[in-house]
């Protein structure tokens, strides 16, 4: 029997990219709603109880919403939102965290997909902290730049409007430091305390790189970039969407300069370590609607239902 799988709020960005890539799943059953009614109550419990897998492409309070709306032990739940990321009865949807992580998710009901400069600062971060070669106190800061398609559709109609040649110019955002990855961040990166992060959104529509220099000269035993870069290597080596490239990056920049945009529309993470003695940068690349939100969505499902794990997750359009 197919498996039935209803998207709550399919015309977002998230939504429709997710809708997209169940299309080529061949063993569901898509539940769909009347575009009249896809704000109504009454309409989205019948689906959603109807569902065996519900993925949540909603702001968070409509998620908070929906999750209410479901009345049985059967259905499962993929939430896309912030609203249940470091909530202890949910599991945080990235498998790659580490060696138990994906059993979590096979066997979880409630799976929360994580935040897209989260998912690119927890890979780099998580390995290092744990085997401590970075002290749990470590002073993280961060930045990420990232297309405007992350801020969802109203981001998207203000960057596509007729004002558009104002917005030329990269913008930082988040000075009150409090952005919202922040918890996830410092739980899953095992860190005592939270990245210093500041992100950058700019005028291109998909892609995101999160940069995070590490500064290792006042540790008392010396880590090089080099022993960064193996820890990691050895760490995510048989990762299928996470490839750490190998320690001579420069090789694979373009005439010194960085393509962030080189992921887009695949669930790849490519993560790269610069430096040398003392001085680190690790820069992740993914595409921040691929495997920061809708391409981690369809992996986590692949997961629980049982399914090759990229399936669907095709590389190119
Ligand atoms: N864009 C991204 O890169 C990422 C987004 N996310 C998260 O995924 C979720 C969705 O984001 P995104 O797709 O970007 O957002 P969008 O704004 O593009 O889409 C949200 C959708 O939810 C619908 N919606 C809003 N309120 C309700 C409600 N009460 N009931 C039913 N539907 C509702 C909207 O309807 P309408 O069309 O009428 O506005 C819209 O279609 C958010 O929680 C976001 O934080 C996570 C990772 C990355
Ligand atoms: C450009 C932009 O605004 N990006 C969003 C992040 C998108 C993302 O990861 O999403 P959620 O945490 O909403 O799931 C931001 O920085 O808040």
């Avoid at 689906?47 to 209410?68: G, T």
């Avoid at 961060?142 to 104002?166: H, M, P, V």
């Avoid at 090089?224 to 996470?242: G, I, N, W």
Wanted: aromatic share 10%; with cysteine.
């Amino acid at each position: 029997m197919k498996v039935k799988v209803f998207v709550d709020g399919q015309e977002g960005t998230t939504g429709l990219k997710i809708h997209h890539y169940l299309s080529k799943i061949p063993h569901l059953d898509l539940l769909s709603i009347e575009p009249d009614k896809r704000k109504d109550q009454d309409a989205r419990r019948t689906l959603m109880n109807e569902a065996d897998l519900v993925f949540l492409c909603l702001p968070d309070a409509a998620s908070k919403d929906s999750v209410s709306l479901i009345s049985n032990n059967r259905t499962r739940i993929i939430d896309a939102s912030t609203a249940f990321r470091t909530n202890s009865n949910w599991t945080y949807g990235l498998p790659e965290l580490h060696g138990d992580q994906r059993n979590k998710i096979r066997n979880s009901t409630r799976v929360s997909v994580p935040g897209c400069h989260a998912t690119g600062f927890i890979l780099a971060m998580q390995p290092l902290v744990a085997e401590g070669i970075l002290p749990k106190d470590y002073p993280a800061t961060c930045f990420a730049l990232t297309g405007y398609s992350g801020g969802g559709k109203k981001l998207i109609a203000e960057y596509e409007s007729s004002n558009r040649d104002q917005l030329q110019a990269p913008r930082h955002y988040a000075f009150n430091l409090h952005h919202k990855h922040l918890p996830e961040m410092q739980l899953y990166s095992g860190l005592s305390f939270a990245p210093l992060f500041t992100p950058i959104v700019g005028n291109y529509y998909q892609g995101d790189a999160v940069t995070v220099p590490l500064v290792t000269r006042m540790f008392t035993r010396q880590i090089t970039a080099k022993d960064v870069h193996e820890r990691l290597a050895s760490y995510y080596q048989d990762e299928r969407f996470v490839r750490v490239i190998p320690y001579d990056s420069e090789a694979y920049l373009e005439d010194g300069f960085f393509n962030l945009m080189e992921c887009n529309d695949t669930n790849n993470l490519d993560l790269f370590v610069f430096g040398h003695k003392d001085e680190v940068v690790l820069v992740s690349r993914f595409d921040n609607l691929g495997k920061g939100a809708s391409g981690a969505a369809i992996q986590n499902m692949n997961i629980m239902l049982g399914f090759d794990e990229g399936l669907g997750l095709v590389l190119q359009e």
